[in-house]
């Protein structure tokens, strides 16, 4: 489960086709399930508002290389990487341990981020993307499966959000 595949799909194939994204339940990848089942586990422990200091790493020791933890900076105007797993850093290329997002390269792929976690702090609606990285020109069509959960903790609304990234990950399903 840990390794990227060297044989990516072609620079200028049409993966417009291949994108997903929404619902959690749309997720296919073994990593992000395991998540989201522990996510809601604890949800529906909390009334259905996991809290940070719920989650436990050592749980998760199975997919931790593949998990983001993410701390909301004030009401959602940046976001500082917490914690970093291994397969995201071989996946991305770089090491984001301690990195706000405003401080993401490209430009591209710091605006897609910034939204999507606006989005979810401001709807608190966990969500999954599965396709083919397209604002990383050194990561170019490598095929993930990502979730996003929210986590709140001290103070109002999301406070944490909590991520599972599955690269190399492809649902044969989607070229149906």
Known sequence: MNEIPDDRI??????????????????????CLALIAYWQDL???SDNRPLWRDIQLMDL??????????????NGEDYINRFWGTAVTEGLGFDGTYTRVTAYKPAQM?????RR?????????????????TTMPEQKNLPFELVHLPLWGDGEGVR??????HFGFVWPDDFD
């Open 10 to 31: 072609p620079v200028d194939a049409d993966l417009s086709v291949a994108r997903i994204e929404g619902d959690v339940e749309l997720c296919r990848s073994p990593v």
């Open 117 to 133: 976690y606006d989005r979810l702090v401001k709807t608190s609606e966990p969500e999954m993307v599965r396709g083919f990285i």
């Open 110 to 114: 710091r605006r897609t981020v910034q």
């Open 43 to 45: 949800a529906a422990r």
């Open 61 to 74: 020791y199975k997919i931790a290389h593949y998990l983001v933890v993410k701390d909301v900076i004030g």
């Open 160 to 165: 944490h959000i909590i991520s599972a990234y």
